[in-house]
Nanobody, 124 residues
């Protein structure tokens, strides 16, 4: 069992940056792939990006490619989502999720453990 605790988020102006952190419990967290998802009001949870267990394979949704970056430090059991050049269409609750497999997946249904979510708000 893994517990994910998120931090970060907040209110920023368009064009600014935010960084979200996701800390996983347990020494096996280093063997888990992690995904980031977001959910805006009235919409389904949407894929943002994923990172494999070693941090060597990272994928992004087209909507954030070139602006967001995912990284991890397995010694700290932490995965980050760096969000740059935030746009008015980026606001949502952002979630990290983990799956007990080393390789990434793109559907929320493929993840077993979820963080509590962080609200990100962007104003023009």
């Amino acid at each position: 069992q893994v517990q994910l605790v998120q931090s970060g988020g907040g209110l920023v102006q368009a064009g600014e940056s935010l960084r979200l952190s996701c800390v996983g419990s347990g020494r096996n967290f280093r063997n888990y792939a992690v995904g980031w998802f977001r959910q805006a009001p009235g919409k389904e949870r949407a894929y943002v990006g994923t990172i494999n267990y070693g941090g060597t394979t990272i994928y992004y949704a087209d909507s954030v490619k070139g602006r967001f970056a995912i990284s991890r430090d397995n010694d700290e059991n932490t995965v980050w989502l760096q969000m740059n050049c935030l746009k008015p269409e980026d606001p949502a609750v952002y979630y990290c999720a983990a799956r007990p497999l080393r390789y990434t997946a793109f559907s929320p249904d493929d993840y077993d453990y979820w963080g509590q979510g962080n609200q990100v708000t962007v104003f023009a």
